[in-house]
Structure formats: structure tokens, C-alpha cells
């Protein structure tokens, strides 16, 4: 599987909206985009993923770069609940596991 | 639908003795991956499991097993435990559509070793 690159950290302020990037060069064309999250004390959380066109659901947009070479999670209201860290991981279709990075820890200040 | 359970939360062993953790999917997910996160390491994958057959495994040593039984549920063990292996353990279910596959992890177990 290819690798993403993240910040390792970033803030934001409640109510406002966050852009989450994450680099992603060596991306193959069958490579699915997905993010996923951990809040204190829990397992990982399924976000978003995407292949090609931008993709919305009830937690956040998936912005998918032109050349699919970056991403973007963004979330449209932070609230102090998004505080946790952020994993961005390409994986085939037919890929074998998920390869988790260190991911962006994500602070909401009030 | 219940998500994916895992017993027990939390577990303290010493050095030597070997564990059995066990982790319920989502009901119609035939797919349990397992795996290990500790501060120093992050996630790393151990091994999925998919119609009680293991499909992929991870770099760890032979001590780690797992298997799966007809009704999908999961167990992995750890044999002749060590201080590194302190960690939480993550099991998730999965199911694979057309669209990639989303993983649904469950709250994990503790296991402290002394």
C-alpha cells in the first residue's frame, strides 16, 4: 500500500471549520482514500473515503486533489467531540490490511 | 445493529503466562482483523481472519495467534507474554463492497503485563 504523509498535529476553534490534509504522491489508480479517527479511550472510527470525486456524508467532505496526489478531511463545524487523531490510508480495492500512520492529533479549543 | 464487542476490556498478566482475548463482529461481517497500538509503535496490524481461514498477518512473532470460528467470532492469544507486549488490542469487522471495504473496530482490550 502506498503512504500518506499528515501533520502531526493541529488546532482548531470550536464552531469552526477544519482542513485535515494528508499527501498522498505514490498513489495508484485503483488506491482508495479513506480516513478514519480515535477519540480518547476508543478504537478507531470510520470517517470518509473516496476514489476519485469529492465525497460528503453526515460527519465531514472528502476534498480529493486533481491529480489524486492529496486529500483533504474537512470538517465543517469543529466541535470539542472532533478532538482526536486523524488517520488518512490509502488501500486497493482488493488490498490486504490497513497500514495505519501516526496520524494528526487533532485539539478543538473552546 | 450491535457493533463489534470485545472481553474482556481490561486484563493484568505477568510475565510468561499466555492470554485469550476475544472479539464478537458485527453480525454478517465474516472478516476480524486484529490490532496492536502502543504509544511507541502506534497501530500495527497483527492478522484477519475471513470464514475462519487467516487471509494476512503481520510482522510479529509466533507467540501472537488468533483464530475464527464458524459464526465469525474471533479469538487471539498470546503465548508466553513479555513487558513489550502491554498494549491495546484492536479487533475490527469488516464487510467488502463495491466501493472498498470500511473496517468497524471495537473498543479494545488493556492488557498491562508485569
Known amino acids: 500500500d502506498a503512504k500518506t504523509t499528515q501533520p502531526n498535529s493541529m488546532e482548531s476553534n470550536e464552531e469552526e471549520p477544519v482542513h485535515l490534509p494528508c499527501n498522498h504522491s505514490?498513489?495508484?489508480?485503483?488506491?482508495?482514500i479513506h480516513w478514519y479517527r480515535q477519540l480518547p479511550s476508543q478504537g478507531p472510527e470510520y470517517v470518509i473515503h473516496?476514489?476519485?470525486s469529492n465525497v460528503n456524508n453526515r460527519m465531514a467532505s472528502l476534498a480529493i486533489a486533481e491529480d489524486r496526489k492529496s486529500s483533504t478531511l474537512i470538517l465543517h463545524r469543529a466541535t470539542l467531540r472532533d478532538a482526536a487523531v486523524y488517520y488518512c490510508?490509502?488501500?486497493?480495492?482488493?488490498?490486504?490490511?490497513?497500514?495505519f500512520g501516526p496520524g494528526t492529533r487533532l485539539s478543538v479549543l473552546p | 445493529k450491535a457493533g463489534v464487542t470485545q472481553t474482556p476490556r481490561y486484563l493484568i498478566k505477568t510475565r510468561g503466562q499466555q492470554v485469550t482475548l476475544s472479539c464478537s463482529p458485527i453480525?454478517?461481517?465474516?472478516?476480524v482483523s486484529w490490532y496492536q497500538q502502543t504509544p511507541g509503535q502506534g497501530l500495527q496490524f497483527l492478522f484477519e481472519?475471513?470464514?475462519?481461514?487467516?487471509?494476512n498477518k503481520g510482522n510479529f512473532p509466533g507467540r501472537f495467534s488468533g483464530r475464527q470460528f464458524s459464526n465469525s467470532r474471533s479469538e487471539m492469544n498470546v503465548s508466553t507474554l513479555e513487558l513489550g507486549d502491554s498494549a491495546l488490542y484492536l479487533c475490527?469487522?469488516?464487510?467488502?463492497?463495491?466501493?472498498?471495504?470500511?473496517?468497524?473496530f471495537g473498543p479494545g482490550t488493556r492488557l498491562l503485563v508485569l
Open positions: 475490527a469487522s469488516s464487510s467488502r463492497g463495491p466501493f472498498g471495504e470500511t473496517q468497524y
Open positions: 505514490t498513489i495508484s489508480g485503483t488506491d482508495y
Open positions: 473516496g476514489l476519485t
Open positions: 490510508i490509502l488501500r486497493d480495492l482488493y488490498g490486504q490490511n490497513f497500514v
Open positions: 453480525s454478517g461481517h465474516r472478516s
Open positions: 481472519y475471513f470464514s475462519e481461514t487467516q487471509r
